[in-house]
């Protein structure tokens, strides 16, 4: 059975500061995929890494994927408090006839002034 | 907006009744998958749907069942609720069936059972 693991799963951290969130996963993965979700909301798509050592940036944020580590990165570069959201990684298997994703606990980011 | 709609937005129902959660993908879109997200169990993926035919399943309890519709709409009824079955349920759809399809997720239904 497929496992993905965040850590940590709570962030407090400063304006201005850089952090990593980590994310790794059990078995051979087809894709990674990073979200955002506001409180109540809804997922919002961030990066979608398909092969190994794909590195993605928008904005802030920076992902990459080493398939043979089976671990994702989501680095934060000088947090602002519009970043504060919940953020999941999940992995995409394909199966006979469908797919699914399995997603990671989340990392509850909180970016404070 | 991902172009993924579903109703309705919250439903507050008491234990044991039996509900009906509603989806519609994007236009074009012929994959529909159903999650539930809850403090107890985090995000976890239901059930496919492709082209009116189960696909994938996962970790749905019998009392759960879903089905998607000529016109590709699906919908998720749950029955003999409990207090357990409170979460948000995502609608997501994708073009085709297969993995190398992006996920678009819906604004959720947000359940409540008291």
């Known amino acids: 059975e497929l496992k993905v693991e965040q850590n940590p799963l709570f962030l407090s951290m400063q304006e201005g500061k850089n952090y990593t969130i980590y994310c790794n996963y059990s078995t051979t993965s087809d894709r990674l995929y990073w979200y955002r979700q506001d409180p109540g909301k809804s997922l919002e798509s961030l990066f979608v890494l398909l092969s190994n050592g794909a590195v993605k940036q928008e904005g802030r944020l920076m992902a990459s994927l080493d398939t043979k580590a089976r671990l994702s990165t989501l680095h934060i570069t000088a947090a602002v408090h519009d970043l504060s959201a919940t953020y999941f990684c999940?992995?995409?298997?394909?199966?006979?006839?469908?797919?699914?994703?399995?997603f990671g606990e989340g990392t509850q980011l909180t970016v404070n002034p | 907006d991902s172009g993924v709609t579903q109703t309705p937005k919250h439903l507050i129902t008491a234990t044991g009744q039996r509900v009906t959660l509603r989806c519609s993908p994007r236009s074009g879109d012929l994959s529909v998958y159903w999650y539930q997200q809850s403090l107890d169990q985090g995000l976890q993926f239901l059930i496919q749907?492709?082209?009116?035919?189960?696909?994938a399943k996962g970790n749905i309890l019998e009392r759960f069942s879903a089905q998607q519709f000529p016109d590709l709409h699906s919908e998720l009824n749950l029955s003999s609720l409990e207090l357990g079955d409170s979460a948000l349920y995502f609608c997501a759809s994708s073009p085709r069936q297969g993995l190398w399809d992006e996920q678009y997720f819906g604004p959720g239904t947000r359940l409540t059972v008291t």
């Open positions: 999940a992995v995409a298997r394909g199966e006979t006839s469908g797919s699914r994703l399995t």
């Open positions: 749907y492709y082209n009116g035919e189960e696909r």
